[in-house]
């Protein structure tokens, strides 16, 4: 099994940041990938971020790329969250999963997530 406890949500003005972290633990195998997910009201759960703990590539969402950036400190991932806009307003999500082909790019190819973390962003 594997648990994952987020935090560093809040609310913030357009134009600032935040960061998450996702303190992982359990099973190293199931979490050989890791990311941010995220989702409004109305909305599908859209990827923010996958990557490979052990190294490897990793994939930022169009929406974020260039804003957004990673980083591993042990079993703890970090999402640094910057030039924040209105429409980065949702509930962000920790997930893991084991490496199939590579890490999945959505959603179903996680199995384990996190209890979430709001982040709202005010214009």
């Known amino acids: 099994q594997v648990q994952l406890l987020e935090s560093g949500g809040g609310s913030v003005q357009a134009g600032g940041s935040l960061r998450l972290s996702c303190a992982a633990s359990?099973?190293?195998?199931?979490?050989?990938?890791m990311g941010w997910f995220r989702q409004s009201p109305g909305k599908e759960r859209e990827r923010v971020v996958i990557?490979?703990?052990?190294?490897?590539p990793t994939r930022f969402g169009d929406s974020v790329q260039g804003r957004f950036s990673i980083s591993q400190d042990g079993d703890t991932l970090h999402l640094q969250m910057n030039a924040l806009q209105p429409e980065d307003t949702a509930m962000y999500y920790c997930?893991?999963?084991?490496?199939?082909?590579?890490?999945?790019?959505?959603?179903?190819?996680?199995?384990?997530w996190g209890q979430g973390t709001q982040v709202t962003v005010s214009s």
């Open positions: 997930a893991a999963g084991s490496k199939k082909i590579g890490c999945s790019m959505v959603p179903g190819g996680y199995d384990y």
């Open positions: 359990g099973d190293t195998s199931r979490r050989t990938c």
């Open positions: 990557t490979y703990t052990n190294g490897g």
